[in-house]
């Protein structure tokens, strides 16, 4: 397994750009073209903190860590997964061996749609990465997985998927708990709580290839630029 940390310098940049809890389609586009999604760090962070401060919200301490560092980790790395029926945001079954066992190029990552931390960056995240790519972004088959299915709902994710602008080639997943504990679990990526998610995109150029790790946040233009190095491998 090769690992090696990439430095992020916007993450510390000056915040310019205000992401309200319900973050919409019209900030993330307003925000595109300037990758201008870190900035939005310290905002997530504030509004967290006094709204803990109020008392009745969750622990988000991981996620905080994650959204203050300046570093992603890459890696590449095998995995074993089990062949789970899950759910789409059509209510559709879903055969997640058969989503993920594919010749087509594939990003996934693992969100929930009530998080205000680092769900909504790292789905801005891929709606920046494929607004880059343009034409090249519609082989590829872009999978987002509730780790909160029980509240994420076909629906709910129908929602949160108009407001990045999806496109038919970015699918979000759903179903069981237990299953998407398993599958969390095969990914290396399962914590123990929504809570205590950490920001993981997986990539790979196809079926039987080892996949990429990315490890922490990273912006759209250095997610268009990993999958460009694993494209022209």
């Known amino acids: ?14 915040l310019s750009v205000l992401l309200a ?12 073209s300037q990758e201008t999604d870190h900035q939005a760090h310290a905002m997530h962070h504030d509004m967290s903190t006094d709204a803990g401060a109020a008392g009745g919200v969750e622990d988000h301490s991981m996620h905080m860590q994650a959204m203050q560092s300046r570093e992603y980790r890459r890696s590449t790395d095998s995995y074993s997964l089990p062949d789970l029926d899950l759910i789409d945001m059509h209510g559709d079954a879903v055969s997640i061996g058969k989503l993920l066992a594919t010749d087509q190029p594939l990003v996934v990552n693992f969100i929930y749609t009530s998080c205000t931390t680092i769900c909504p960056i790292m789905s801005a995240t891929f709606s920046q990465a494929q607004r880059q790519m343009g034409e090249a972004a ?11 299915p029980e509240y994420d709902t076909p629906a709910r994710l129908r ?3 108009e407001r990045f602008h999806v496109g038919p080639n970015w699918q979000f997943i759903t179903g069981d708990l237990q299953r998407i504990i398993a599958l969390q679990r095969a990914f290396n990526v399962y914590n123990g709580s929504k809570t205590n998610h950490r920001p993981v995109t997986l990539l790979r150029a196809g079926r039987d290839r080892p ?3 990315l490890e922490g946040l990273t912006s759209g233009a250095e997610l268009v630029a990993e999958y460009q190095q694993l494209a022209a491998q």
């Open 138 to 148: 519609k082989p590829v088959k872009w999978v987002s997985i509730s780790i909160d």
């Open 21 to 32: 809890l319900g973050l919409t389609a019209t900030s993330v586009h307003a925000t595109a």
């Open 1 to 14: 397994m090769k690992s090696k940390d990439k430095s992020n310098p916007l993450v510390h940049q000056p």
């Open 159 to 161: 929602e949160y998927a």
């Open 211 to 213: 996949w990429v790790r």
